[in-house]
């Protein structure tokens, strides 16, 4: 099994910074893609962005610019630096990972529990 673990959510004042990280633990698999995705009160989950095994990236248009997403690949590690933070920020953030058996060729998603973050004005 595959496990996410998120750390660094928290509570921060609009134009200050936050920085994410998500640790995939699980023997046996190989990680391909991950990414970041938020979910608001009464919204649906969308994405934040997302980086591939080499390192190409995309975002949402509301953060670009303002976020940066990278990933350590030794550690099976990917982060979210959110820098400038908006009210509009405050989500649950969540982790993903694309996972594959070792033995397999195809890829399922993964999630973490999630992570607060709360910008307040």
């Known amino acids: 099994q595959v496990q996410l673990v998120e750390f660094g959510g928290g509570l921060v004042q609009a134009g200050e910074s936050l920085r994410l990280s998500c640790a995939v633990s699980?023997?046996?698999?190989?990680?391909?893609?991950m990414g970041w995705y938020r979910q608001a009160p009464g919204k649906q989950r969308d994405l934040v962005a997302t980086i591939t095994t080499g390192g190409s990236t995309n975002y949402a248009d509301s953060v670009k610019g303002r976020f940066a997403i990278s990933r350590d690949n030794a550690k099976n590690t990917v982060y979210l630096q959110m820098n400038s933070l908006k009210p509009d920020d405050t989500a649950v953030y969540y982790c993903?990972?694309?996972?594959?058996?070792?033995?397999?060729?195809?890829?399922?998603?993964?999630w973490g529990q999630g992570t607060q973050v709360t910008v307040s004005s």
């Open positions: 699980g023997s046996g698999f190989s990680i391909g893609d």
């Open positions: 993903n990972a694309k996972a594959r058996r070792l033995e397999r060729v195809t890829y399922f998603n993964s």
